[in-house]
């Protein structure tokens, strides 16, 4: 596979091509989270037109004991990155996290969760309030920003950065490997459960209904108003302490490495929260934010609001052009299999589409391949461009994808999940799938393949 380099926000190859990405998360959030399904599951990856998987890995796998690296877990995650490769799939190496360590859900070891004994409950109607609702989770949180010595003495970001190392040392020649991220979706600590108190008690001075454990009754200009007001601090910690984790981390793998950092900002942006991301000084990084609805997780899909979804992803179009990096939409739907699905994946397609945007999906699960739900994450886009992508759109009703690009001289390659009529040259993949090849000659370009 060629290696992505970047020409301001857009992924080009070796070849010159401008490539868009499109994938999966994939996660074992169990113990000793091998992917032993992978293999099996990555040619349908292939025919679906799947060219990205974010692959999460765990702390507590890679480094089971302070400043011990288990190599055998690293080598069968190397195996399959090449499995992978062997596909036309590119990686991201996302270590993962939620709740911020295994003893909770999954993320640092034992070693490294420096809870102090402290209170956490044994249940909550969703996994992510325990976030706010438990002191162990803050107080673990709290001491690894503070870089709290280990049982040997070292400071946990300092065992952090340690590790890093040797992770990108281990996968420095896959070059299926565009970017290593450092921490999903990282969690302030104390900071969150402040906020969050000081902005509700202003809501409740304004609005005396308002109830944050109950988003549903909440209408969307008083949720954007009080996320405004907690915004302002998760700034300020963005500005300061994550990207001084994020330059920590990215010195530690320039030592051996140059695979871009993939920063996605702080747990709370995945709402319309905007984030304090800034640039890494030597420009190799991608900006990969997510975004959910609030009733993600719930059992309340029956209120999804498309209009929520909308606007927050306007404000990641703010952020991705203020940064002017290549983005990836690292996590987004997480939806059940349900009749409405396909109809909210669609939703997300058409955002996608406009903002010329790579993305994975979260997240796979063995059984996806044959269920009618998910069949809308199979759709026609422009995988590698000779030239310059201006624009496309995917009409699933009508089996039609329409394409305009600025061409140079050259052939680029477009996923279809169907086999287009005419006399085009394609590669099929399947009985109803191909790669549709296209020769160009300079010039603008614009097509509807059917």
């Not at 590119?90 to 809870?115: E, N, R, S, T």
């Not at 990641?316 to 939806?335: H, M, Q, S, Y």
Request: with cysteine; proline share 5%.
């Amino acid at each position: 596979m060629e290696k992505l380099h970047f020409e301001g926000n857009r992924f080009v190859d070796a070849s010159g091509h401008q490539v868009l990405l499109h994938g999966l998360n994939v996660l074992n959030r169990q113990r000793p989270h091998l992917y032993p399904d992978l293999d099996r599951a990555l040619p349908w990856f292939k025919t679906s037109g799947f060219n990205l998987i974010r692959l999460g890995i765990f702390w507590d796998a890679v480094e089971p004991e302070p400043g011990t690296i288990d190599f055998t877990y690293l080598d069968e995650i190397l195996r399959l990155v090449r499995a992978a490769a062997s596909q036309g799939i590119y990686v991201i190496l996302d270590m993962h996290q939620d709740l911020f360590a295994q003893k909770f859900i999954d993320g640092a070891p034992d070693w490294a969760c420096l809870d102090e004994g402290a209170y956490h409950p044994d249940n909550c109607n969703l996994w992510y309030e325990a976030y706010l609702s438990s002191e162990a989770i803050i107080k673990a949180a709290d001491n690894f920003w503070a870089n709290a010595p280990a049982e040997d003495g070292v400071g946990l970001l300092d065992h952090y950065a340690a590790m890093w190392k040797e992770i990108a040392r281990v996968f420095d020649d896959c070059d299926n490997v565009i970017g290593l991220e450092p921490m999903n979706e990282p969690f302030m600590g104390s900071l969150a459960r402040a906020s969050f108190g000081a902005a509700t008690m202003q809501m409740m001075t304004k609005i005396p209904t308002f109830d944050l454990t109950h988003p549903e009754t909440i209408d969307p200009a008083a949720q954007a108003e009080f996320m405004d007001l907690v915004s302002t601090r998760f700034l300020d910690w963005d500005r300061t302490v994550l990207m001084d984790f994020y330059r920590r981390i990215r010195n530690a793998v320039r030592e051996v490495s140059d695979k871009p950092i993939v920063t996605g900002g702080n747990i709370y942006c995945s709402t319309d929260i905007p984030t304090g991301l800034e640039l890494l000084e030597d420009g190799l990084q991608i900006y990969a934010p997510h975004g959910y609805d609030s009733v993600v997780d719930s059992d309340r899909y029956n209120a999804y609001n498309k209009d929520n979804v909308a606007r927050l992803y306007a404000r990641k179009r703010v952020d991705a052009d203020r940064l002017g990096l290549p983005t990836i939409v690292g996590e987004w739907g997480a939806f059940p299999s349900r009749s409405f699905t396909n109809d909210l994946i669609r939703f997300m397609n058409d955002i996608l589409e406009k903002n010329l945007w790579s993305d994975t999906y979260c997240e796979y699960h063995a059984g996806m391949e044959l269920d009618p739900n998910f069949t809308a994450l199979r759709r026609a886009y422009p995988m590698e461009i000779s030239g310059q992508l201006l624009s496309y759109h995917y009409d699933e009703a009508a089996s039609a994808l329409d394409l305009t690009y600025d061409a140079k001289p050259g052939e680029s390659k477009i996923y279809l999940p169907f086999i287009p009529s005419g006399s085009y040259n394609t590669v099929r993949l399947s009985d109803s799938s191909c790669f549709c090849l296209l020769p160009s000659i300079e010039g603008r370009i614009r097509i509807t393949i059917r």
